[in-house]
């Protein structure tokens, strides 16, 4: 069936590194991604977005790759703080669908 | 930024009684609401969507006569799970989009319901 996946669900990293958190998506009709993140007991916090008619969107220390061929989605962290320790979720819109489809989340641990 | 209030926070309630949680935009009208379900180290999983002054939407699987939900006000969306049972035990989340874009869809701090 449809899904949204990802590759890694722990990724460990050095405070400083950059970080590279994936998900694959399976749904070609999908048009729109989104990653957010999501810490202990809380609710997931909107991190950055892109369309489909984009390859890559920047914020501030976070970049997005989207990858239509291969139905790829990651998401970059420049410099990983401890404050962004935390499990990461990509999550898209089918066409047609008023709600989200997360993935299956990547946790992010960062060591001092 | 947006504010969804979700209350409460945690509960605790015997097997056979009834829970209510409730969801709120604070500073914003959301015609539009979603309850989601996330069991631990897993995804969230979409319950249902709660539309203003209409009957909620819900995804395949999830029995509507068990998870009441009723969407009263532009600011208000209230989730209840009736004759809770140990298996209803799981981290409750509503979100609440402002507008039509995803951009602005806004979660709350969740729910953690534990069934004794």
């Known amino acids: 069936g449809e899904s949204v996946g990802l590759h890694l669900p722990t990724l460990s990293v050095q405070e400083g590194d950059n970080s590279i958190i994936n998900c694959a998506y399976s749904n070609s009709a999908s048009d729109y991604f989104i990653w957010y993140k999501q810490e202990s007991g809380k609710g997931p916090q909107f991190i950055i977005d892109i369309r489909s008619n984009m390859d890559k969107r920047q914020g501030q220390r976070v970049t997005v790759l989207l990858n239509k061929t291969v139905k790829h989605l990651s998401l970059q962290i420049a410099a990983t703080q401890p404050g962004d320790s935390a499990v990461y979720f990509c999550a898209e819109n089918k066409a047609g669908r008023r709600a989200l489809t997360f993935g299956s989340g990547t946790r992010l641990q960062v060591q001092p | 930024g947006a504010v969804v209030s979700q209350h409460p926070s945690r509960v605790i309630c015997k097997s056979g009684t009834s829970v209510k949680i409730e969801c709120r935009s604070l500073?914003?009208?959301?015609?539009?609401m979603f309850w989601y379900r996330q069991f631990p180290k897993q995804s969230l999983m979409l319950m249902a969507t709660?539309?203003?002054?209409?009957?909620?939407?819900?995804e395949q699987g999830v029995e509507k006569d068990k998870f009441l939900i009723n969407h009263a006000s532009l600011t208000l969306s209230t989730l209840t799970v009736t004759s809770a049972h140990p298996e209803d035990s799981s981290f409750y989340i509503c979100s609440a989009l402002k507008g039509t874009g995803y951009e602005k869809l806004f979660f709350g701090s969740g729910t953690q319901l534990s069934v004794l």
């Open positions: 500073d914003f009208q959301a015609t539009t």
């Open positions: 709660s539309n203003e002054g209409s009957k909620a939407t819900y």
